[in-house]
T-cell receptor, first 112, second 115 residues
């Protein structure tokens, strides 16, 4: 069965540094990958989508890469700020598949 | 504009009680999803509606779980004879259309605690 793994441990970084999160998957060939942010007590909020034929996507201080050979996506938050502290979820989907399969998430804490 | 809303935000039920969780999606959104999120885990797919049609209920854990969206807008997730293992956050999400690549908009969730 398919498996999606994100950083097993929480990430604690200093303000201004770059946070790098990983999302690895097995037994799946997704057509796209989405990243969401989730704050405590709230639902996930969409951040970025990257398709299987795209290597990299950027949005403001966020950058996502997608390597279908390694079956891995990397999510970078550059010039991190305390307001970036949250749990980040990766989610995989197929081109004809309406549903998303989520990883367990990585909790990021940015220290001032 | 208004986002996805869910009610109640918190629900405590005694084991064996029935509960009903409501989701108000973004107006005009065709697709509606229910997910279950256990503590420290990502959301797990439960069921999917396209307008009023329930196209996939493969994620529902047992026949005690039932979902409906009779008029293609508001949806209700019902859990009969609740068990302790049903304790989780239930998230509802809507999407503008059935296009797989489009983002999903999530509600705040209903935290269900079964005693």
């Amino acid at each position: 069965s398919q498996k999606i793994e994100q950083n097993s441990e929480a990430l604690n970084i200093q303000e201004g540094k770059t946070a790098t999160l990983t999302c690895n998957y097995t037994n799946y060939s997704p057509a796209y990958l989405q990243w969401y942010r989730q704050d405590p007590g709230r639902g996930p909020v969409f951040l970025l989508l990257i398709r299987e034929n795209e290597k990299e996507k950027r949005k403001e201080r966020l950058k996502v890469t997608f390597d279908t050979t390694l079956k891995q996506s990397l999510f970078h938050i550059t010039a991190s700020q305390p307001a970036d502290s949250a749990t980040y979820l990766c989610a995989l989907g197929g081109s004809n598949d309406y549903k998303l399969s989520f990883g367990a998430g990585t909790t990021v804490t940015v220290r001032a | 504009g208004a986002g996805v809303s869910q009610s109640p935000r918190y629900k405590v039920a005694k084991r064996g009680q029935d509960v009903a969780l409501r989701c108000d999606p973004i107006s005009g959104h065709v697709s509606l999803f229910w997910y279950q999120q256990a503590l420290g885990q990502g959301p797990e797919f439960l069921t999917y509606f396209q307008n009023e049609a329930q196209l996939d209920k493969s994620g529902l854990p047992s026949d005690r779980f039932f979902a409906e969206r009779p008029e293609g807008s508001v949806s209700t997730l019902k859990i009969q004879r609740t068990q302790q293992e049903d304790s989780a956050v239930y998230l509802c999400a809507s999407r503008r259309d059935q296009g797989a690549y489009n983002e999903q908009f999530f509600g705040p969730g209903t935290r269900l605690t079964v005693l």
